[in-house]
């Protein structure tokens, strides 16, 4: 097989000769047989055919197909979301009685659901701060499962990912790492030992904030083990309509992965040097890029205390407030409001966030003038 260049990969969709140059939707719930001899070989495993769009659709496998490629991965599944693929594959591998090591400041949701729904399936979790790598190491000790974020949620920490792998190899724990932050672009988790790879594909794999999905890319194995055990049950399958707009999302992912890049570093330089921005929290511009080969657009900052963080938030015109991130548009989000709305006492403690953080997405307009309109709105808050 020719070693296939990502640029490629993005913007090529296999296909036959003479038909459309996008794959169709496959908007349909069930698939046909011309035979019962031929049902009977399909679910016997002889004949590869969808059966229900709950296991299996080509519009959906199209899309899988093409993250596997862009992972290095064997095989890929897409789901509703991004939260499903995560409950999917822990639930695959981790039962009752086991524990998970998890790294401290993941994505909220995952955390919730390590905090909330796992201990009563019997299931516990010990959450390490990642950058120390031989704490993760003593917790993994008798550990089923070690879940990873490079770079993490809100902080951005990273990890030293393949030390982090050999580690969970050694202990037998099966490895997933959340890599929605920098997309296979600028990060490639299964070169580095990683056993399973997780998407919100909602966030820059579509990068157009029109679509909620996820996915999870990995060996033929594991996956065959998730198909086994949560997927069918579970239920959170990918639409096919969903599909085709991420397949429309990847043939660019390249070409906006470098301009969220170029233009998240010049914003994030520019606060760095702010003397109203007490900290920048940007992997770029840290010394210890932890292994990433690029940076995405999404980081966070710390404003000084004389900075009223809703009047700043309030005073923005291009950065929207919202939830999400890695489409075109540029976004604020406070922490602090976002971990109160979710009603946890406990919430700006338990993630170490100070009240003056706010999470910055620089989106593709011109970086120039998000410079301009962040530089007003500190202005009129400070
Ligand atoms: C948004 C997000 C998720 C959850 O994805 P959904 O598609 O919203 O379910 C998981 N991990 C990270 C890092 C995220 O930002």
Known sequence: MIETDFATLLAHDPGEGGGPVVPPIHQTSLFTFASVADMAACFAGDRPQPVYSRGDNPTVQAFEAKMAALEGGEAARGFASGMAAIASTILAFVAAGERIVCVEHVYPDAYRLMRRLLPRLGITTTFVDGRDTEAVGRALEGAALLYLENPTSVVFHTQDVAALTGLARAAGAVSV?????????????????????????????????????????????????????????????????????????????????ARHQESGLAVARHLAAHPLVRAVHHPGLCEDAGGLAGFSSLFSIELAERVDVARFCDALRLFRLGVSWGGHESLVFPAMVGLRQAGEANSLQAFAVGDHLVRLHVGLEAPHDLVQDLQQALNTAA
């Open 177 to 257: 790492l959340d890599n929605s932050w920098a997309t296979p672009i600028h990060q490639r988790p299964l070169a580095q030992g990683v056993d399973l790879v997780i998407h919100s594909a909602s966030k820059y794999i579509s990068g157009h904030s029109d679509t909620v999905a996820g996915v999870v890319v990995g060996s033929r194995d594991r996956l065959a083990r998730i198909m086994q055990l949560t997927y069918p049950f579970l239920g959170g399958k990918l639409a096919p309509f969903e599909a085709w707009l991420l397949l429309r999302g990847l043939r660019t992912l390249a070409l906006r992965m």
